[in-house]
């Protein structure tokens, strides 16, 4: 199972990013997507996450209503829409796929 999440950057506060993450080697109807994220000296977080044999995301509290997970089983892949972003959501952003984690990438929201 590989993972590969692309898509951070530097953006403003109330700027907007779009994360992807392609996945390869498993069926994504039958297990658990996510993001999770983690700041600099914080411990890895839950962000949203899709259950298996569904399609309705879950989000933390602190990004509900900024952010919407989306996934494409045809393309394999899974999507994290970021608007309204603030500087407490700079983190590197991992995608997962059960419980397979791809090698994040670095989302920086400056003030």
């Known amino acids: 199972v590989q993972l590969q999440a692309s898509g951070g950057g530097l953006v403003q506060t109330g700027g907007s990013l779009r994360l992807s993450c392609a996945v390869s080697?498993?069926?994504?109807?039958?297990?658990?997507m996510g993001w999770y994220r983690q700041a600099p000296g914080k411990e890895r977080e839950w962000v949203a996450l899709?259950?298996?044999?569904?399609?309705?995301?879950h989000y933390a509290d602190s990004v509900k209503g900024r952010f919407t997970m989306s996934k494409d089983s045809a393309q394999s892949m899974m999507y994290l829409q970021m608007n309204g972003l603030r500087p407490e959501d700079t983190a590197v952003y991992y995608c997962?796929?059960?419980?397979?984690w791809g090698q994040g990438t670095l989302v920086t929201v400056s003030s």
């Open positions: 997962d796929a059960a419980a397979y």
């Open positions: 080697g498993l069926i994504f109807t039958d297990n658990r």
């Open positions: 899709i259950h298996s044999y569904s399609e309705t995301a």
